[in-house]
């Protein structure tokens, strides 16, 4: 089964924090996207392995 989070309207401390438990729980999610303002838009955050 795929698993895909998206998370609306985080600034950037919010979300080192939600993937960081999602990291540390190892859960299994295959996608994980942010849904920010144009502010944001074009960052990027790691998560695992990946960026």
């Not at 998206?6 to 990291?23: F, Q, S, Y």
């Not at 190892?26 to 960052?43: I, N």
């Amino acid at each position: 089964m795929s698993i895909k989070i998206a998370v609306v309207g985080c600034n950037r401390k919010c979300w080192e924090r939600i993937l960081n438990i999602l990291d540390e729980r190892m859960f299994p999610c295959d996608e994980v996207v942010a849904l920010a303002s144009r502010k944001s838009m074009g960052r990027e955050l790691s998560y695992g392995d990946k960026t």
